[in-house]
């Protein structure tokens, strides 16, 4: 069975500064893809970021950046210089060794709320 | 232009009634998906289509019944309504076969039930 634990459920944080949205995930999967995705307060999901279970490179793109350690099963995410329109709620997902529909469904965490105040 | 569309956005009913939502994608994809979210905002998945063969149903009550007539369509049929299935409901597709699952959302179908 797969999951995903996202401990953190609300953090609030002044503008400008950095947050870590820790994820961590547990699969018997030797292949697998981890998400992150942003729900704005308008609610549509939006994708952020892919990652595969061979890639542990870091990834940065603008001010996001994502800290993948198998060691850890982790998957963490760093917004740097927060922004007021960075506050959403952040979901973790992951999905099975794809090829197989039926391992593809995504298996969310709860969610953390992030509020960035000005 | 929209790559993954549902329709209604909004959707207020009484107890009992029965509605669907339905999902179009006209992104190529061969898998489509239906997810809820809670008032909680935990998402699950619901059910899962590929190439219009149903491959993943997550212990949803039989009041729920999808339907996919082609695989750029997945629509969802509720029965007899109840209070706890208010939430909102995302339609996804992807293409797993490609070995890249990311999966593209709809905007979301927000359903009351009073």
């Known amino acids: 069975a797969q999951k995903v634990t996202q401990a953190q459920t609300e953090i609030s944080v002044v503008e400008k500064e950095d947050v870590t949205l820790d994820c961590v995930y547990e699969?018997?999967?030797?292949?697998?893809?981890l998400f992150w995705y942003k729900q704005p307060p308008s609610g549509e999901l939006v994708f952020l970021i892919r990652?595969?279970?061979?890639?542990?490179q870091n990834e940065i793109s603008g001010r996001y950046s994502w800290n993948f350690q198998k060691s850890t099963s982790s998957f963490n995410f760093t917004i740097t210089a927060s922004q007021v329109v960075d506050s959403a709620v952040y979901f973790c997902a992951l999905s099975g060794g794809v090829r197989t529909g039926a391992n593809s469904k995504l298996t969310f965490g709860k969610g953390i709320t992030l509020s960035v105040r000005p | 232009d929209t790559a993954v569309s549902q329709t209604p956005k909004y959707l207020v009913t009484q107890m009992g009634n029965d509605k669907s939502i339905k999902c179009e994608q006209n992104?190529?994809?061969?898998?489509m998906y239906w997810y809820k979210q809670d008032s909680k905002k935990f998402l699950k998945i619901m059910f899962s289509y590929n190439n219009k063969e149903l491959i993943i149903n997550e212990t949803v009550p039989n009041r729920f019944s999808p339907k996919s007539p082609d695989k750029a369509h997945l629509n969802l049929h509720i029965n007899s309504l109840e209070l706890g299935d208010s939430a909102v409901y995302f339609c996804?597709?992807?293409?797993?076969?490609?070995?890249?699952?990311?999966?593209?959302f709809g905007p979301g179908t927000r359903l009351t039930v009073l």
């Open positions: 990652r595969n279970s061979f890639d542990e």
């Open positions: 699969t018997r999967d030797t292949t697998y893809y």
């Open positions: 996804a597709s992807s293409l797993p076969k490609t070995g890249i699952n990311e999966q593209f």
């Open positions: 992104l190529g994809h061969d898998t």
